[in-house]
């Protein structure tokens, strides 16, 4: 597992440093109005574009041979992902508030919540695109991934519309604390393991 979690944080870092480098320019733009982006890519980047990457070099066909089981290859997906979600978190919080810090910007009241709902966004989102995909592939499964993203995008929307700023969704969580939407995100992509499992498996040995 330690292996497959190396390989991929490899390809992340070879393949995909200029959308690292705007990931990082979107968490750092004061008042934090890109900053979902920056969940959006940091999740579909770190799961579903490695997925990818995996068809496009023929690396299933190889992994196959390899002493891994079918549970550990599409695990390794998930922990990318929960770790790109992860990191957007901490760096979007770190940066945003490095603002506050010198007074360049005044985070707004929530800032910190909201982070939490985007992070808990693009769990869910994670936990819809990724059976899809083990079960059909990338390729096939791309126009999916596309209208999961379009849903995301939508609850993003909605959470910056309205009155109360990009705060809105938080009146329907309001009584849950708002570091436990992560965890609760994360908790419905591990039940999901299974599906995808599952899939993989009609997929690669059909």
Excluded at 30 to 51: D, E, H, I, Q, R
Excluded at 87 to 102: I, P
Excluded at 103 to 123: H, P, R, V
Excluded at 145 to 162: E, R, Y
């Amino acid at each position: 597992m330690k292996a497959l979690l190396r390989k991929d944080i490899y390809l992340m870092l070879t393949q995909f440093r200029a959308l690292f480098l705007v990931m990082v320019i979107f968490s750092a733009i004061p008042g934090g109005l890109l900053v979902p982006f920056t969940f959006l890519y940091a999740m579909m980047l770190t799961s579903v574009s490695l997925m990818s990457v995996d068809e496009q070099t023929q690396w299933e066909a190889l992994a196959l041979m390899l002493p891994y089981s079918r549970r550990q290859l599409v695990t390794v997906k998930y922990v990318m992902g929960w770790l790109g979600i992860a990191a957007a978190l901490v760096v979007s919080v770190m940066l945003q508030g490095l603002w506050a810090v010198t007074g360049a910007y005044e985070l707004q009241k929530g800032f910190f919540d909201t982070m939490c709902l985007y992070a808990a966004i693009a769990g869910v989102g994670l936990a819809l695109m990724l059976p899809v995909n083990f079960r059909f592939g990338y390729a096939k499964g791309r126009i999916m991934t596309i209208l999961f993203a379009g849903i995301i995008g939508g609850a993003v929307g909605a959470s910056m519309g309205g009155g109360d700023g990009f705060y809105t969704l938080l009146k329907v969580t309001s009584r849950i604390p708002t570091p436990v939407y992560p965890l609760l995100a994360a908790a419905l992509c591990a039940a999901t393991i299974p599906l995808s499992v599952a899939g993989y498996k009609k997929r690669v040995e059909k």
